[in-house]
Each structure stands twice: as C-alpha cells, then as structure tokens.
C-alpha cells in the first residue's frame, strides 16, 4: 500500500501512516505547499476546498430565459396558466468551492429545488392572437471566493439565483 499525504500536516500524516504500520518510511513524500498549490475539479477547473464566500451582496430579482409554462389563442378568449413547477438555483460556472461553502455564504441551500405555482390569466383583445407566457423569478446574490490557504480572493462576481416566483410576458398580434 502506498503512503498518501496531504498539503498541510504531510510530514505528520506520513508518519502516523507508518506507525500505524500501513506504510513505510521509505513510501512516504511529503508534499511541498507553494503558492499555487490547488486541486482541480473533474472539469478541470480549480477547486479550493478551503474557500469561503465574501463580499456577498443581493443583486435583485431577474426574469429566466426558459418558459415555464404558455397559452396562445384567438380573440374574444381568457388565456390561463395554472401549474405547478420545480425550479432550481442557477449558479455561475466553475464556481471553486463546495455547495455546502455557497448555501452558508449566500443563505439558502442550492441544492434544492423549489417548487412554484404558475397561476395567471389575460383576456385576448378581439380579432387578435395572444400569447401569454411564464418564467420563473430569480433573486440573486453575487460573491467573491476567498482562498483560506492562500489568504487572497481567486475568484471574483459569481452569482447564486435562487427561484422566488413567476414572472408573465404577454403579446399580441
């Protein structure tokens, strides 16, 4: 079995592996920490398992971009929308720190989706075509990743949204 070690405390882990009789000295290497040392994600980005969320500050609310729901019809018609739909937080890419670090840094678990009722109606102007449609409402946090071994900030303006209720567009033609 080979001794594995760790940034901090390398020495120390290398020597409890071998007392414990699961190495041996001549297994164990420490592990030179530098400036740059980091661990990666699967997708290859940076991943600073010591990080923490500051510099968190609300943004306001946004509309999404996909429909949660629609209705489309002639003139002389009431369209409604009544659902009820499961939305998740969206979160910037590449974010290098755990979920668990974002939900106590921005105060709501994104993990979880939320479930939102999708109610509305809107009456179809006579010898016209309507459409009504329904996103979800966001409201968004934005952060700084702060590395708690590097002691400096390595990612800047990463956002969290986390649905809050719907938002309607409505057109006619």
């Known amino acids: 079995m080979k001794c594995r070690t760790a940034q901090f405390g390398a020495i120390a882990v290398a020597l409890t592996a071998c007392l414990a009789g699961t190495a041996t000295t001549a297994q164990a290497q420490p592990v030179s920490l ?4 980091r661990t990666v994600n699967a997708a290859g980005a940076p991943f600073y398992p010591y990080g923490k969320l500051v510099h968190v500050k609300s943004i306001g609310t946004k509309c999404g971009k996909k429909p949660l729901a629609k209705a489309s019809g002639p003139g002389g018609t009431r369209l409604g929308i009544s659902e009820t739909k499961s939305v998740s937080t969206t979160l910037s890419k590449n974010i290098g720190v755990t979920y668990t670090a ?7 678990d994104v993990q979880k989706s939320r479930s939102i009722t999708v109610s509305g109606s809107r009456e179809v102007s006579r010898g016209k075509h309507g459409t009504l449609t329904a996103y979800a409402k966001y409201s968004g946090k934005k952060f700084d990743v702060y590395d708690k071994i590097r002691f400096k900030i ?17 057109t006619e033609k």
């Open 102 to 108: 974002i939900s106590a840094g921005v105060g709501w």
């Open 34 to 37: 530098t400036a740059e040392t």
């Open 154 to 170: 390595v990612e800047k303006n990463k956002t969290a949204y986390k649905p809050i209720g719907v938002c309607f567009t409505y």
